[in-house]
Antibody, heavy 117, light 109 residues
């Protein structure tokens, strides 16, 4: 069975940094594109970033370009999101999702990031 | 950037009703459209991909249709467990970027 477990969410001050992790199991991690999708409190879903199987291609929503970096470690079956210069409007539940080339077929339970002073 | 307009934003229906949600793209997206279900406090779940293909394990009362700019998601006979928010999602092929619709909150009358 496919499992995606996010961690690293926390309360952080505006301008601060945070690194999210996603541990994957139950499938061949290195064969799949992976993504981060977020959901602000009471709001809809927003795709944040995706990364190709070997990490050679990465894409971002315009609002996080230059501030967030997606990466992966296929040897550790792990996906990461480094978030810098955090703003209040980055407050959201961040989901790790399998896929990102076409669709998101499995999702983790999410980790909450709160940006507030 | 491609914009997705999903309607209605909320919907109330009775058990057994046929329910329809629409999603309109701002430009031709061929069949590059997926549908998700999100129950309160839970992660989204993929139901339909490429406009009309049912994801493995999803009940056949769920279906999708459309191509180009206009898409429809249908529940043929609403069940109590279908109470959720439903989202459409389009993907650009090159580069692979994604946009979600605003969501449709479905509840039971």
């Amino acid at each position: 069975e496919v499992y995606l477990v996010e961690s690293g969410g926390a309360l952080v001050q505006p301008g601060g940094s945070l690194r999210l992790s996603c541990a994957a199991s139950g499938f061949s991690f290195s064969d799949y594109w992976m993504s981060w999708v977020r959901q602000a409190p009471g709001k809809g879903l927003e795709w944040v970033a995706n990364i190709k199987v070997d990490g050679s291609e990465k894409y971002y929503v315009d609002s996080v370009k230059g501030r967030f970096t997606i990466s992966r470690d296929n040897a550790k079956n792990s996906l990461y999101l480094q978030m810098n210069s955090l703003r209040a409007d980055d407050t959201a539940v961040y989901y790790c999702a399998r896929g990102g080339r076409y669709r998101f077929d499995y999702w983790g339970q999410g980790t909450l990031v709160t940006v507030s002073s | 950037d491609i914009q997705m307009t999903q309607s209605p934003s909320s919907l109330s229906a009775s058990v057994g009703d046929r329910v329809t949600i629409t999603c309109q793209a701002s430009q031709d997206i061929r069949k590059y459209l997926n549908w998700y279900q999100q129950k309160p406090g839970k992660a989204p779940k993929l139901l339909i991909y490429d406009a009309s293909t049912l994801q493995t394990g999803v009940p056949s009362r769920f279906s999708g249709s459309g191509s180009g700019t206009d898409f429809t998601f249908t529940i043929s006979s609403l069940q109590p467990e279908d109470i959720a928010t439903y989202y459409c999602q389009q993907y650009d092929n090159v580069p692979p970027r994604h946009t979600f619709g605003q969501g449709t909150k479905l509840d039971i009358k």
